[in-house]
């Protein structure tokens, strides 16, 4: 199953609303999951079955989708936000993931 | 503290080998699926591999079957990645990987990684 993720980069400023879509190949319902990473660190769980927030992740991600599109929203842009998201399909092996998206100031 | 370290990464030439290493501490590593997963320099995420808790079962992406081998030792909170005939694609960070119990194959812990360069 391939993910397409889009854009694979954005610049954006604090306060703004960021939005990244994970389209997927085929339909996964929502075994869909979403990643951040910081440079030079491991991912983070973020969210997974497409909406659930992981515990201690802040309120301002949010995420929806089924079938084969899904969206990561930030509301509002924190400084501390500005990293890479991945979106990982979970229906099967082999995992797969998408090719990521930056967000940057 | 919930914890993943990997050990064993460097530098090896075509068609060499190498074992990577990773031990969990801080939970019951033998109640957890674990996998690896790696990540090209500047690169996105890719999975590696998969092995069960009891290591009865195990997947592996296409372009590494036959090459690497999972394995772990749940009495030294242990998994391996053993990796053979390796290529110059290769060459990433590896990552090892906690799946969670109640998440379905959800990363929920993942080790800092360690560095495999493949280069004559």
């Known amino acids: 199953i391939q993910l397409t993720q889009s854009p694979s980069s954005l610049s954006a400023s604090v306060g703004d609303r960021a939005t990244i879509t994970c389209r997927a190949s085929?339909?996964?319902?929502?075994?869909l999951v979403w990643y951040q990473q910081k440079p030079g660190q491991a991912p983070k769980l973020l969210i997974y079955?497409?909406?659930t927030l992981q515990s201690g992740v802040p309120s301002r991600f949010s995420g929806s989708g089924s079938g084969t599109d899904f969206t990561l929203t930030i509301s509002s842009l924190q400084p501390e936000d500005f990293a890479t998201y991945y979106c990982q399909q979970i229906n099967g092996y082999p995992l797969t993931f998408g090719g990521g998206t930056r967000v940057e100031i | 503290e919930v914890q993943l370290v990997e050990s064993g990464g460097g530098l090896v030439q075509p068609g060499g080998s190498l074992r990577l290493s990773c031990e969990g501490t801080g939970f019951i590593f033998s109640s957890h699926w674990m996998d690896w997963v790696r990540q090209a320099p500047g690169g996105g995420l890719e999975w590696v591999a998969h092995?069960?808790?009891?290591?009865?079962?195990?997947y592996y992406l296409d372009s590494v079957r036959g090459r690497f081998t999972i394995s772990r030792d749940n009495a030294k909170n242990s998994l391996s990645l053993q990796m053979n005939s390796l290529r110059v694609e290769d060459t990433a960070r590896y990552f090892c990987a906690r799946v969670s119990p109640v998440l379905g194959r959800t990363f929920d812990v993942w080790g800092q990684g360690v560095l495999v360069t493949v280069s004559s």
């Open positions: 079955s497409a909406s």
């Open positions: 085929q339909a996964i319902a929502r075994y």
């Open positions: 092995i069960k808790q009891d290591g009865s079962e195990t």
